[in-house]
């Protein structure tokens, strides 16, 4: 995938995921595709395909075989087909041993950054080689979790993480976020904490990385306005400590308006507009 085509809507996969599960457990379990609440195995299934996924991105890899589904409790003849999420490729051979994919490269990315951000029911940053046990829901875990990816990313052949590190950032967005409410987070889950600091450190990183690696960083922070509004929003009551980041975060985002195409410097700057007039 090149960086002048335009990345997956990261809300399309997440409805694909939700869709893809309810159509399973209406045809194969007899319950309700409208139900806004999955159970504990539907939670477990999605988290363990995820960590597949993960597996596969850190190794390079695109296919999977039977053992390893067996190496993560996924059967191979029920619920791995009937999700709709996993198909098996065709064997030159019929006595060649089964070979597995995801349905499409760019959803194994997003299954890997699903998992990922699924770190809040864990309760512990996956990204972490430690698996170092985090206070749940704690401010500056979000930013702890970006940064192991943003180094795992900066540190990884060019294109490896290149979707994997766009979804995720797409991920903490407040509505994508609320799409998997009473699926894999509570309905009553608390807001993330710490945007502006990811804010932060995305930006800090593109402009210390290398022109391979810029392009996709600045897709990266392609929703920045959003994270704006929210800025705007808590401004009002926020002390002088907390007034001097939001400031720091005005200025970065109008450095990054100067950079940005036509249609996104008008969101910006009206963005902008509104968190100037908060200032003052």
């Known amino acids: 995938m090149t960086m002048e085509t335009s990345p997956p809507k990261i809300t399309s996969f997440i409805h694909y995921m939700i869709i893809q599960n309810n159509r399973k457990l209406e045809k194969y379990y007899g ?66 041993k089964p070979v597995f994919c995801f349905t499409h490269l760019s959803f194994l990315e997003f299954m890997a950054a699903h998992y990922i951000f699924t770190f809040r029911l864990e309760e512990r940053n996956v990204l972490d080689q430690s698996y170092r046990v985090t206070e749940l829901f704690k401010e500056h875990s979000l930013v702890d979790m970006y940064r192991k990816a943003v180094d795992r990313y900066l540190s990884a052949p060019v294109g490896q993480y290149d979707l994997f590190l766009r979804f995720l950032c797409d991920l903490s967005m407040t509505l994508n976020y609320g799409l998997l409410r009473g699926m894999l987070f509570p309905h009553n889950a608390p807001p993330l904490k710490g945007l502006e600091d990811v804010v932060r450190l995305l930006t800090k990183r593109k402009d210390s990385a290398g022109p391979e690696r810029q392009a996709n960083l600045s897709e990266c922070l392609r929703q920045l306005e959003d994270v704006v509004r929210l800025l705007t929003k808590r401004k009002d009551s926020a002390g002088p400590e907390r007034q001097a980041n939001l400031s720091e975060c005005l200025r970065l985002l109008t450095k990054r308006k100067d950079s940005a195409g036509p249609e996104r410097q008008a969101n910006l700057s009206e963005c902008l507009r509104q968190l100037e007039e908060s200032e003052d």
Request: with cysteine; net charge neutral; proline share 5%.
């Open 31 to 96: 319950q309700n595709p409208n139900s806004q609440k999955w159970t504990d195995m539907d939670q477990v299934f999605m988290l363990k395909l995820g960590r597949l996924a993960l597996k596969l991105l850190d190794n390079n890899r695109s296919v999977f075989y039977e053992e390893e589904l067996k190496e993560y409790s996924l059967p191979v003849r029920e619920k791995a087909w009937w999700s709709g999420l996993c198909a098996e490729l065709a064997r030159a051979i019929p006595k060649d």
